[in-house]
T-cell receptor
Framework: GESVGLHLPTLSVQEGDNSIINCAYSNSASDYFIWYKQESGKGPQFIIDIRSNMDKRQGQRVTVLLNKTVKHLSLQIAATQPGDSAVYFCAENNNNNDMRFGAGTRLTVKP | DGGITQSPKYLFRKEGQNVTLSCEQNLNHDAMYWYRQDPGQGLRLIYYSQIVNDFQKGDIAEGYSVSREKKESFPLTVTSAQKNPTAFYLC????????????FGEGSRLTVL
């Protein structure tokens, strides 16, 4: 089975609101995590990453939070825009250096 | 421009036929990966390779084969032993060391008729 999963398969937000996408992982030895965005029919694109020795990292309009105690990862998108509509995946780097992905959350931004 | 290229983008195959999907990168990455994605699903790891002439099975390797004769190339063969091969296949690469994003190709959509 997959070691990385998501709490919600779909999320719908109003344009301008903040979005929070959650992810649970099971491998406590995972040392590196990435969030990807995938638009329909395309390959995933990197959004932001975080190492296991950090609990927060910020990018442009995005923030990733890592809670190792409960093995939880979240992606926060500020001022969500229509162009943010996509499927978002979290991925974890296992100790074999293989990247494992969760099922994804589809984010829909309503105008 | 540096990047990762998959071909063909669309492929149709009859049952019982083998098909090979191409993946080429000019990013000088050591590690390459193949994932399968079914509609509304996440990415499942088929095979990965961290160095030339070496590769490891992922979670769903049965019915697939790979080779890594060159650093730049990591072709995936979908064999007739794969019972449900219709899917979207994604190739990715990255530097070794366990840290660093995966760079993805645009994918190959395989349909078995």
């Amino acid at each position: 089975g997959e070691s990385v999963g998501l709490h919600l398969p779909t999320l719908s937000v109003q344009e301008g609101d903040n979005s929070i996408i959650n992810c649970a992982y099971s491998n406590s030895a995972s040392d590196y995590f990435i969030w990807y965005k995938q638009e329909s029919g395309k390959g995933p694109q990197f959004i932001i990453d975080i190492r296991s020795n950090m609990d927060k990292r910020q990018g442009q309009r995005v923030t990733v939070l890592l809670n190792k105690t409960v093995k939880h990862l979240s992606l926060q998108i500020a001022a969500t825009q229509p162009g943010d509509s996509a499927v978002y995946f979290c991925a974890e780097n296992n100790n074999n250096n293989d990247m494992r992905f969760g099922a994804g959350t589809r984010l829909t931004v309503k105008p | 421009d540096g990047g990762i290229t998959q071909s063909p983008k669309y492929l149709f195959r009859k049952e019982g036929q083998n098909v090979t999907l191409s993946c080429e990168q000019n990013l000088n990455h050591d590690a390459m990966y193949w994932y399968r994605q079914d509609p509304g699903q996440g990415l499942r790891l088929i095979y990965y390779s961290q160095i030339v002439n070496d590769f490891q099975k992922g979670d769903i390797a049965e019915g697939y084969s790979v080779s890594r004769e060159k650093k730049e190339s990591f072709p995936l063969t979908v064999t007739s032993a794969q019972k449900n091969p219709t899917a979207f296949y994604l190739c990715a690469s990255r530097t070794t060391g366990g840290v660093g994003e995966l760079f993805f190709g645009e994918g190959s959509r395989l349909t078995v008729l």
